[in-house]
């Protein structure tokens, strides 16, 4: 059984994937079961005169990593660009491998590495018992961070070894 590891002098967790998630749509679906069906129980909250969701997208980062190569199938120049949405992300790769102008500059074909690709998402949680606590999920791990109550963080872990997913 995969189990969150504490971290030494912080009050965070690190759970690493056994499989990281094979591409974006399966990392979203995690990111929107969260923010959409909140299965943490975490509740809304008033800030100087605003209401706030239970959970909250407050960072989000997409990666998309490209390789040149020339007629002969040798690599010739690579390239990475970073996007703030999943809509940022997807039109980017499409845009990297339609410039012609690029691929000139490149002197040789692009090709998108899907599974060299980075995602990135900070989700801010209210506790039902007052606490703020953050969940970052990346590709290849869950990071539970500032929890002031050790049933947050064994909440969380329950809640990740009913997903499969994140086993």
């Known amino acids: 059984m995969a189990i969150f590891n504490q971290k030494n002098g912080t ?10 998630f094979p591409n974006v749509t399966a990392f979203d679906a995690i990111v929107q079961l969260l923010i959409q069906k909140n299965p943490l129980g ?23 990593k490209f ?5 002969n199938g040798k690599r010739i120049g690579h390239g990475l660009d970073m996007y703030n949405s999943i809509e940022g992300y997807e039109n980017g790769i499409a845009a990297v491998i339609s410039n012609m102008a690029n691929v ?6 692009v090709r998108h590495i899907p599974a060299a690709d980075l995602f990135s998402v900070t989700l ?15 590709r290849d791990r869950v ?5 002031s109550d050790e049933a947050i963080r064994q909440r969380v872990e329950r809640w990740a070894e009913g997903v499969p997913a994140l086993k």
């Not at 009050?11 to 990281?20: D, E, F, I, Q």
């Not at 809304?44 to 998309?64: D, G, I, L, Q, W």
């Not at 390789?67 to 007629?71: F, H, L, S």
């Open 67 to 71: 390789v040149y190569k020339n007629k």
């Open 11 to 20: 009050k965070s967790a690190v759970r690493y994937l056994k499989n990281p």
């Open 104 to 109: 000139a500059a490149h002197s040789g074909k």
């Open 42 to 64: 975490c509740t809304s909250y008033m800030s100087v005169k605003k209401n706030h969701p239970p959970v909250m997208k407050v960072r989000e980062m997409y990666t998309a």
């Open 143 to 147: 990071t539970l961070s500032s929890c």
């Open 124 to 138: 801010k949680c209210h506790d039902p018992e007052g606490g703020m606590y953050f969940l970052s999920i990346t």
